[in-house]
């Protein structure tokens, strides 16, 4: 029999027709000795921290033939506890919400105020993920281009709002998968237009919610401002963040969602019944009773970054200095102008070192690792630079 894709799904199997020859999203996970493309924190929970999560998962397991709290209320408190802590925003239970991981916020968002007919809006280049939920959710996919050095062009995204009218304005803050942050001023004129601007396929009086996506948010420089701190002032304001990046606890797959308490409640209505497992619960808690040490890395982690831009700007592909993209988060995007960029992934990766092919032509991306991880990763990139320049 013929087969629909390189998945080897079977042509006879009903499988949507928008979906035939796709792919499943996911960067590379290889077995190498250097792994720097998924935007990890390199450093694993203490033993401490360890500790408490199976005590806390041991406490629950006799009550695993019980369906867990559905609402996750202990848990809702908890991230009201860290964010007065993290962002100094204090948030309600009501202005909560968490799911398996931001990804799946991100895709409730789109269930929620998206769907046939509706359209959602995103700012190129952007996480690869947001039109693959647009795609589940038969959400028609827009983009308005930012500027050149990555920043938001607010002109262009207010345009695109008034001409395409979109039920979500999807942002990200630090952007991925260039580590730009989105300034505060920007991002309340985006928000002043989605006030009032009308949403295609809805009643009138119906605007559209403006998503920022903060899932590196704790990577920024002190003194930095969160789009936390509006949703007092902008109903149509909701932030995602997740506990998998500077929080160290990407395996766990626990991501929250902050907003007012109507946004919250239009996605308790699109959730799946029990999504959050009794054990994720339990850990997660686990995690936030030693929030310190969780956090511990992230100042190194950012020191890291600051290094490693200013020595990447330092080094040099066929005569010409790599450009390297501003950066508020734990990865960098570098290059600018590689010809063949897919050269150079392999030949890093032939000396285990993995980072990622993502991003505009002629750019790649690495997240930081440990010092013995990104002193290989130094080392690897300056001699496969010299390998590719000769062709």
Known sequence: MSETSSNAIPAYLPLRNDLIGEEPYGAPQLDVPVCLNVNENPYAPEPAVVETIAQRVKEIAPT????PDREHI????????????????????????????????????????????RIALGCDPTYSMYPEYARDTFTTWKLAHRNADFTLDVDATIKAIEDVKPAMIVLTSPNNPTGTPLKPENLKRVLEAARTAEVAGAAEGVHPVVVVDEAYIEFRDPGTPTALELIGEYENLAVSRTMSKAFAFAGARVGYLAANKGIIDCVRIVRMPYHLSAVTQAAALAAFEHTDEQLSRVAHLRETRNATSAWLKEQTYKGQPLEVAETQSN???????????????????????LIRVVGPEGWM?????????????REALVEVLRIVEQG
Not at 64 to 67: A, G, I, V
Not at 331 to 350: N, Q, S, V
Not at 365 to 377: L, P, S
């Open 365 to 377: 991306r690495v997240c930081m690792g440990t010092d013995e991880e990104m002193a290989r990763f």
């Open 331 to 353: 990865f960098i995007l570098f290059g600018g102008h590689f010809d063949d960029r897919d050269r150079i992934f392999d030949e890093l990766l032939k000396r285990g070192v």
């Open 64 to 67: 695993l033939n019980r369906y």
């Open 74 to 117: 202990e848990l809702r408190k908890a991230f009201s506890t860290y964010l007065e802590r993290e962002s100094g925003v204090k948030l309600s239970v009501d202005q909560l919400w968490g799911a398996n991981g931001s990804n799946e916020i991100m895709l409730q968002l789109f269930q929620a105020f998206g769907g046939p007919g």
